[in-house]
């Protein structure tokens, strides 16, 4: 059967990585375990080096760490603020991998939407 095919309308290259910023990016056993072999740590490790528990009236899930950035405040800590994209690009948790989920990124449309009306492409608004 022929795989579908959907035309990608967002380019990550041109945005400053605002998903990444998002306060809560929760990762599963088996994101951790795939980070712990990128590291060559245990997931034991990994689990403590790079997440925290957030807890809520809705329970707790575990979290990617964050860093400071100079543009959101700050970003996930795989985050490299001066590149301004991932780091582990290729261990990163499965809610990074289904990101935006479709053919459109709100953000991105925004930040084109901006960067015309500035007349700048370089323009980063606030979200
Ligand atoms: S916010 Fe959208 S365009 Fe920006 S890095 Fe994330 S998915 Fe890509
Ligand atoms: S793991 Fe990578 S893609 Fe996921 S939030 Fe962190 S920097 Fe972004």
Do not use: W
């Amino acid at each position: 059967m022929p795989t579908k095919t959907i035309n990608i309308r967002y380019d990550c290259a041109r945005c400053p990585g605002y998903c990444c910023s998002y306060p809560r990016i929760e990762v599963k056993t088996a994101d951790i375990a795939r980070l712990a072999k990128h590291f060559g740590l245990s997931d034991q490790e990994a689990q403590r080096k790079f997440t925290r528990q957030y807890r809520s009236d809705e329970g707790s899930e575990t979290i990617l760490k964050h860093r400071k950035d100079e543009i959101y405040g700050s970003i996930c800590r795989f985050f490299d603020t001066t590149e301004r994209r991932c780091t582990v690009y290729k261990a990163r948790p499965a809610v990074c991998r289904q990101y935006p989920n479709g053919a459109r990124c709100g953000y991105y449309e925004f930040l084109q939407f901006e960067r015309k009306h500035q007349d700048d492409p370089e323009f980063i608004p606030s979200a």
